[in-house]
Nanobody, 123 residues
Framework: QVQLVESGGGVVQAGGSLRLSCVGS????????MGWFRQAPGKERESVAA????????TYADSVKGRFTISRDSPKNTVYLQMNSLKPEDTAVYYC????????????????WGQGTQVTVSS
């Protein structure tokens, strides 16, 4: 069983930066693939980034490549999403999620989800 708690959301102007954190509980947390997803009003939840258990593999949605960076600190049971050059279209609720399989962008591959943190980018 894994419990996830996100933090770090807020309101920022376009071009600004935010760093989201996701703290996981459980001794096996370090073995999970971790992903960040987001959901804007009226839209489906979409994958933003994912990182393998070792941190050696990362994947990104095309819309955030070059602007967002996913990382993890296993001793701290924490996954981060550094978001730079934010745009109004990045506005959404951001969720972290854990998967027992390999790095994936598929929602159905993730069995554990946090409660989400709101990111609002003003123009």
């Amino acid at each position: 069983q894994v419990q996830l708690v996100e933090s770090g959301g807020g309101v920022v102007q376009a071009g600004g930066s935010l760093r989201l954190s996701c703290v996981g509980s459980g001794r096996t947390f370090k073995w999970y693939t971790m992903g960040w997803f987001r959901q804007a009003p009226g839209k489906e939840r979409e994958s933003v980034a994912a990182i393998s258990w070792s941190g050696g593999t990362t994947t990104y949605a095309d819309s955030v490549k070059g602007r967002f960076t996913i990382s993890r600190d296993s001793p701290k049971n924490t996954v981060y999403l550094q978001m730079n050059s934010l745009k109004p279209e990045d506005t959404a609720v951001y969720y972290c999620a854990a998967a027992s399989g390999p790095t994936s962008a598929g929602r159905d591959d993730y069995g554990y989800w946090g409660q989400g943190t709101q990111v609002t980018v003003s123009s």
